[in-house]
C-alpha cells in the first residue's frame, strides 16, 4: 500500500512571513508544507523555499496564490477583467515555475468565478459584485486552464482545480450564477472540457460540506 502523505497549508500558522511560517512547522516537526495563501509577500521567497529544502529537508505543494504578490487581488481565470486575468495568470505561471525548480509535481488553483471582487470581500455576501454571465466565465476558464495546462506540461508539471464554496446566501434566485466547479458535474465537465492529460480535480471536503 502506498504511504500517505500529510501536507500542512501555510494558512494553518499564526504567522505571516515565509520565513517565520516555516519555522513555526519546522518546530512543530512538520516539513511538509502546502505553500498557499495567509503568508505576506516576500521577494526573497525562493530563498527561504531553499533554505527549508535544505537545511530541514521540506517538501512542499503549491496552491494558488503562492507566491503572494507585492499587490494583493484576487486570482480569477475566469475574468472578463484583463488586467486580473493577465495578473492572474501571470501568478500561475510563476508558481509552476517554482514547481519545476523545486521538485513539485502539482500545482493547484481554484475554480474561476463571474463577478470581480477585491481581497476584501471574499467570504462575504458577493451579489452586489458586478459581475458577467457565469456561461461566459466557464468559457473565459476553459481557455485559460489549457494555456495553463500546456505550460505546465512542458516542465512535467500537473494542474489540480479545486470545487468552489457557495454558501446560501450567494444563491441567486435560488441558482448558482457567481461559482464555477460548486457541484461535482460541474467540476467533471470542467474537466472533461478542457481536456488535457494533466489536469486533474483537487477535492476540498470542507468546501463540498458547505456547498451541500
Known amino acids: 500500500m502506498a ?5 500542512i497549508s501555510t494558512q494553518a500558522s499564526p504567522c505571516s512571513s515565509l520565513h517565520s511560517v516555516l519555522k513555526y512547522f519546522s518546530r512543530a516537526g512538520i516539513n511538509q508544507v502546502e505553500l498557499s495563501s495567509g503568508v505576506s509577500f ?4 525562493k530563498k527561504v523555499v531553499t533554505d527549508f529544502t535544505t537545511s530541514d529537508d ?4 503549491i496552491h494558488n496564490y503562492f507566491p503572494p504578490p507585492a499587490q494583493p487581488f484576487v486570482l480569477n481565470l ?4 484583463q488586467t486580473i486575468l493577465n495578473r492572474s495568470t501571470k501568478n500561475c505561471m510563476k508558481a509552476i515555475n517554482l514547481c519545476a525548480e523545486f521538485q513539485v509535481p502539482l500545482f493547484s488553483l481554484h475554480s474561476g468565478f463571474s463577478f470581480h471582487s477585491q481581497p476584501e470581500d471574499l467570504g462575504k455576501n458577493l451579489l452586489s459584485l458586478p459581475r458577467i454571465p ?8 476553459i481557455e ?7 505550460f505546465a506540461s512542458k516542465l512535467g ?15 441567486v434566485d435560488g441558482e448558482n450564477k457567481l461559482l464555477l466547479g460548486v457541484h461535482p458535474v460541474e467540476l467533471i465537465d470542467l474537466i472533461e472540457d478542457i481536456n488535457r492529460d494533466n489536469v486533474f480535480i483537487l477535492l476540498d471536503v470542507g468546501h463540498c460540506k458547505v456547498s451541500s
Open 78 to 81: 475566469a475574468s472578463s477583467d
Open 134 to 141: 457565469i456561461h461566459e466565465a466557464r468559457s473565459i476558464f
Open 58 to 61: 521540506f517538501s512542499f505543494l
Open 42 to 45: 516576500s521577494p526573497d521567497y
Open 144 to 150: 485559460n486552464i489549457q494555456k495553463i495546462a500546456e
Open 3 to 7: 504511504q500517505k502523505q500529510l501536507y
Open 157 to 171: 508539471i500537473s494542474i489540480a482545480i479545486e470545487n468552489n464554496v457557495l454558501t446560501s446566501f450567494n444563491l
